[in-house]
């Protein structure tokens, strides 16, 4: 072999090493971002990075090292008939809801599907947080109709185009696919109002925007005046698209906001917006056009599994209107609660100032979730079917990491600041289905993943449990 070719081979071979080494040195640093994220992911510190500010469970993962039931059998088969021996109940919860972590006070409620209770740790109601929605969401599927759908329209009112809003939770700037529950959106509306405007030669209207269907005040004064600025929850109204954002953001004035995209969108489509402002829309104004968003079932459903604040508040709002009263924070609460009494749930010491669970002036008992989840077995099945399912979707995706509940509970989930709440269905070891409620508001702020995660497991403690009579 010649010098030359000597020379290229080594050149040839330092080149293999030296990528090599790079190669080596990516995965290093991969490894160790990963960890670092893995770590900052627990803390909830990415949150501002994955959705802006403070985005609830599903952003958090729980710490690893809690001391926690051993998963049991994983595979057996659910026996709704069965019922359960209330003393081994008590055995297997009593030990994972006396956890100090959890804090000084503490809730468990146990059903039987059929409503029966089978154990009770207090009387006491508690902030709930998010387990509101569990309320909201049967007031829904039980006042008004599951499968109406909602709509929004745009009318004509001499040359005056109004956009009038229908109350859409889930109203899109413009088209996304969500699978079957695929959303309207303000882009649709837009061809199919350009069109029909165009084709009676009208190239150039007055635009107004009405979002009078809700009453009352956008923002709740029962909620802490920190929210909108944390980006928690948007002003509530009858307009709104991408649930009251632009840019992943909150924004002020979701109703004008919306209408100033719809202006910009008619505008792309051939008709010009000379003006634009909030007014009514008159009772004999013509239809132009309309888009039809999600069933009311649908947007409970993404509502439950989501934890989603905005259309929960929304949603409370058609329970009101669907019970004939003031489209108001005020009316909405007094429509959930008066459907509730209709179907028998407990309301003892129950207080509501909202449908989402924000405000910590809510009460509610162990026992009343617990029965509102009883209740809609029955009337509703719909909403306990649509809860998330422990380890695997919703807010729940990242939770009862190794806990025997993991697969085997479909629960509601609720959280702020020293509030950690769960409540819906539980599978036991030997079959037998539960309705479980879990409630805490005195935890301890600094330790907010581990009492969570005791919470978890209270519910596991069922799902490991050889509970049938």
């Given amino acids: 072999m ?23 040195t990516a995965v290093v640093v991969l490894v160790g971002a990963v960890a670092g994220g893995v770590v900052l992911h627990q803390r909830g510190a990415l949150n501002d990075v994955l959705c802006g500010g403070d985005c609830g469970d599903r952003y958090v993962s729980a710490p690893e090292d809690l001391e926690a039931p051993a998963p049991g059998d994983q595979t057996v088969s659910a026996i709704p008939s069965a019922t359960a021996d209330p003393a081994a109940v ?51 599927l039980t006042t008004l109709d599951p499968e109406e759908r909602f709509r929004t329209t745009t009318v004509l009112d001499g040359d005056r185009l109004v956009l009038v809003g229908g109350g859409d939770p889930y109203l899109m700037a413009t088209p996304a696919d969500r699978g079957y529950a695929a959303p309207a959106d303000l882009g649709t ?3 199919r109002t350009a069109e029909a405007l165009v084709a009676d030669g009208v190239t150039q209207v007055r635009l107004a925007y009405d979002d009078t269907l809700f009453t009352g005040p956008a923002d709740n004064p029962a909620w802490e005046p920190t929210y909108a600025a944390q980006n928690q929850v948007s002003p509530i109204t009858a307009l709104w698209v991408d649930r009251g954002r632009v840019d992943q953001r909150r924004v002020e004035d979701p109703s004008g906001s919306a209408a100033g995209i719809f202006a910009a969108q008619l505008a ?43 259309a929960a508040e929304v949603i409370a709002r058609h329970v009101a209107l ?45 026992s009343t979730l617990t029965s509102v989840v009883a209740a809609a077995e029955l009337a509703a ?80 403690s069922l799902a490991s449990c050889g509970c049938a009579a």
């Fill in 2 to 24: 010649t010098s030359r070719s000597s020379h290229r081979v080594r050149k040839s071979a330092a080149r293999r090493v030296l990528g090599a080494l790079a190669w080596v």
């Fill in 381 to 460: 099945p719909q909403l306990t079917a649509d809860l998330p399912v422990a380890g695997f979707t919703g807010t729940l995706v990242e939770r009862f990491v190794g806990l025997a509940g993991r697969g085997l509970a479909r629960v509601k989930t609720g959280a702020l600041n020293q509030v950690h709440s769960l409540a819906g269905t539980v599978t036991t070891a030997d079959g037998v289905v539960l309705i479980v409620a879990v409630m805490v508001d005195q935890a301890e702020i600094a330790q907010a993943l581990d009492a969570r995660a005791a919470v978890d497991a209270v519910v596991a």
């Fill in 189 to 191: 509306l837009a061809d």
């Fill in 322 to 366: 669907g019970a004939g009263v003031d489209p108001s924070f005020e009316g909405a609460t007094g429509a959930v609660i008066a459907a509730l009494e209709a179907s028998g749930v407990e309301t003892t010491g129950l207080v509501l100032r909202d449908g989402s669970g924000l405000s910590r002036q809510n009460r509610i008992a162990p």
């Fill in 268 to 310: 792309e489509r051939g008709v010009t917006v000379v003006e634009l402002q909030p007014a009514p829309a008159p009772v004999d104004a013509v239809p132009v056009a309309e888009v039809e968003g999600p069933t009311v079932a649908q947007a409970v459903e993404r509502m439950a599994v989501t934890s989603d604040n905005g």
């Fill in 90 to 140: 008590t055995q297997a919860v009593q030990g994972a809801a006396g956890q100090p972590i959890l804090g000084p006070h503490v809730g468990v409620s146990v059903r039987e599907l059929d409503g029966d209770e089978l154990l009770m740790t207090s009387p006491d109601t508690f902030i709930p947080a998010s387990t509101t929605k569990l309320l909201t969401g049967y007031a829904a």
